[in-house]
């Protein structure tokens, strides 16, 4: 069933709107499609998948990464070097699947965000559970450090080698191998890319439980390894509980098939639940188990500008409350995010085009111009901060209700002051690549210092505000926006060029700050190559330890993924 | 907000019910008063549960129940026995809280079950986790045995000793530490009643996203320790999920602080979820974090009679798209569970009470008769299966529209052919009574051979079916009732006392039978004492090597709960 106009809700809502002097638009949206862009996540959209994973000739070279181990103060531990005879017995596991040719090396060498980049000069493609099992059992006699690659669309350099490991991709196992229909669980290899996956559940009625920016490219194999978190996890909540079951092979080449599609199974220690978030660092996972919620029969999207960050909040308890079991997502992003999508992707802002304001000079006030029916109404320039909602549920009548008692209400008290509400797929769609894709136009910004906060929501942007005074004009843009419903900040910093002096006031004082408010200085990005030094933030050293035992027992050589996840050790 | 009569529901159904011949009735509920019971977790409601936890004089002696090591082929293990200096090291470490005292020690030494029983010479209560930890370092070095004890409600043996293990009761560490009202994160200790935490949730707005039987005795450290499933889990999912972070005391005192309140927190391993299920045999649970969703607005329970498995089946298949997001329970249990509460435990039936029908001396069908307005049609003399669906959803209105539009369709097309409604907290508490009281009943009937298993739920009655013919006579019931939506069956036999042939025709016939659909031998009761050696028809052996790889990790001594959970080492 489409989805369709909230009649009633959009009444009422543009309305409001005027009485409150806001505006309201509908019109084509430029944001609707998403411009392809090599060697980026969000470019697998546009250019097949199956592309991208079968030739990796179509990716330019990428000269200007500097190699990881010549940026970081890093040393390669003695693991062995591939020798002729390596590649010849890779060549009886795996037969024409073996890449050694630099060009096609490249692409997975280096992360997406292009600021780590190893130098592998070997990359393995399996097809099957099997062909992993030999890989890693020669690996492991040979002594030969491994990198396990998905779609390569991590945050903190976890997907890339550091050195020469050996690559080993999921990228051709992908297939799907059941879906049931009655319990939705669906199970599948671990290259299969999470937007193949929506559209063959969605198709069937059901949803994926996670949706990512990256979905265009990015594995559910990674996306378990990583524990990724993403759009609809205020609704459906953490892969610790959606993941049903998992295939996973340790380091020795030990097939371990806890692959169960049972919603209970209490039978000995849940195993699953170590290797989800363990970056690929105890074990290749290989397949995955996982329950997929019913399609929700109407989704709907509010945009809306909050002038300030209590008023976001604010919002958020109003919502909570009205929209109930109903509300799927609760996104907010800063006025400076909105700059940069409009700027560099050539996004437009549904809720204001501050080009068509201009200034009374009287007043001071400025007022929206043309195509509005509420044009001679004062609004302010722009919002500082803008919150995207969205809604699913499984009847667009009630959900229609819900939502307007809820606009109304946050109307009418101030804590909104503009805004626009889609239904329509491809409006929804097009409101959601606002904050899709702020971390695909802060790449275009200049050199990006990212970081992923789990804060109490209710200081959640002090942080933002704190940098943009310490960094004055040595940063190009300090920027907060994230998943305000689960307490997750994404703060990030442009500057032109990396520059030390900018790192170093960035960090520590970043992760002590975060510390101080017992948050987690990884929400959801993981710790990887580039964060594994600031676990201690976030973490005691029983638990350090605790983790250093784990990877000792499962991968004593520690092959699996090496210098990710856990601190370098002393 | 309390809840309230859904009106329009009602009145639709009432009619449709009397337009298929089917009695609706509403009169005063003899089961909505709990019977208080002494020794059983039902009783611990009636009862304080601070009686039950302050002084353990109250309980009778239960001498009848035989020593675990005199039923069962197990030998002690070579672990110290306590000694006058180690009570003296106790009493040190919790004055005052160093029970040796046999008549109270009875209680703690005997499973509710009255199944198994140890033969415990010492019980300790301490208040922090500061104790916990002095307890345990204690005991690690002097090589002492210790059996961790929550509420002692558990199903499989797991929480009382097997031999003379010190029992680590968390009864007294029973505080709330922090409730966060914007979030809904509840910090607790380890020792709290889950019905306590209930209501303090619930008097800010909340709920705990777990419900059992057992609430009014059960501890949520050994919910958690036994990740429990219960009556919630088919809206708020498993405690892998919900449960943010908890705070364990591993074997040899280390305290291990993971007790974060974040939703979000990728850094490192997920250490929590090793002790989420793991029945205390890798560490003590002390302190939990626990994500608890807003308190539904509006709770209605459907109670309705179904002509057959299959027509639960696709009234299940109906209610998922019809109720969709507002769905928080779908029960089923047969006729013969409804024939023990009625019987034992003195509830009467909503749908039907067999004896006001009066057979038609010329068709041989039954009547109802008296007091319903559809009294003289004619009506099947009891359903052979019976659901009960629970709605909670944040507008009663929307949520009645909902339940009317299901009621409809499952009445028009014959899923469901009798019934009623409630919307009235004490008739809803009514309603769960029947379903949530069944293991009660079947404690009452004589010995009852339990069994937990998940299945493919098209397959989940055959066994029942199938037992059923096996066992003939020698049984006096096979029921099968249980969480339906979550694909769980609660398969249970009684006899008038043990019976090694009735035991030899069920086992290993049933997990025989489970292994063959892929099932677990235990969806969420755990593998305890009782269910440890079957493991092996759920888990593969490599899944199980790891697990005892983990245990001596964690717990090199063995001296967390041994004889439970792995297996008994050849």
Known sequence: MAPHLVQPGWRFWRQAACTLGASVQHRTWAGASRIPRLGSPWGATATSPRVYR?????????????????????????????????????????????????????????????????????????????????????????????????????????????????????????????????????????????????????????????????????????????????????????????????????????????????????????????FIGSEGTLGVITAVSILCPPKPRAVSVAFLGCPGFSEVLQTFSTCKGLLGEILSAYEFMDAECMWLVT?????????????????????GRRYHVAESVCASEPVDPESPFYVLIETSGSRAGHDAEKLNDFLEQVLSSGLVTDGTVATDHMKVKALWALRERISEALSRDGYVYKYDLSLPTERLYDLVTDLRARLGPRAKHVVGYGHLGDGNLHLNVTSEAFSPSVLGTLEPYVYEWTAEQRGSVSAEHGLGFKKRGVLGYSKPPEALRLMQQLKALLDPKGILNPYKTLPAQA
């Open 54 to 274: 079968s030739g990796f000739s179509t990716f330019p070279r990428a000269p200007e990464v500097m190699l990881t181990r010549e940026r970081y103060p890093v040393r390669r531990l003695p693991f062995s070097v591939v020798s002729g005879e390596d590649l010849a017995a890779f060549e009886r596991i795996v037969p024409g699947r073996v890449i050694t040719d630099p060009e096609v090396l490249e692409a997975s060498n280096v992360d997406w965000l292009r600021t780590v980049r190893g130098s592998s000069v070997l990359l393995l493609r399996p097809r099957t559970t099997e062909e992993v099992s030999h890989i890693l059992r020669h690996c492991h006699e040979r002594n030969l450090a491994v990198n396990p690659q998905g779609g390569n669309t991590g945050m903190v350099g976890g997907s890339v080698p550091v050195f020469d490991e050996v690559i080993l991709s999921t990228a051709l196992m992908n297939q799907v191998i059941s879906f049931h229909d009655m319990s939705g669980t669906l199970v599948c290899q671990a290259g299969c890319v999470l937007e193949d996956l929506s559209r063959h559940v969605e198709e069937r009625g059901f949803v994926m439980p996670l949706d990512l920016g990256a979905k265009g490219s990015c594995h559910i194999g990674g996306n378990v390894a990583t524990n990724a978190g993403g759009l609809r996890f205020l609704r459906y909540g953490s892969l610790h509980g959606t993941v049903l079951g998992l295939e996973a092979v340790l380091a020795d080449g030990t097939v371990l098939n806890c692959l169960s599609t049972l919603r209970k199974d209490n039978t000995g220690y849940d195993l699953k639940q170590l």
């Open 343 to 363: 700027r560099h992707l050539r996004l437009a802002s549904p809720v204001q085009d501050p080009s068509r304001f201009i200034p009374d000079q009287h007043t």
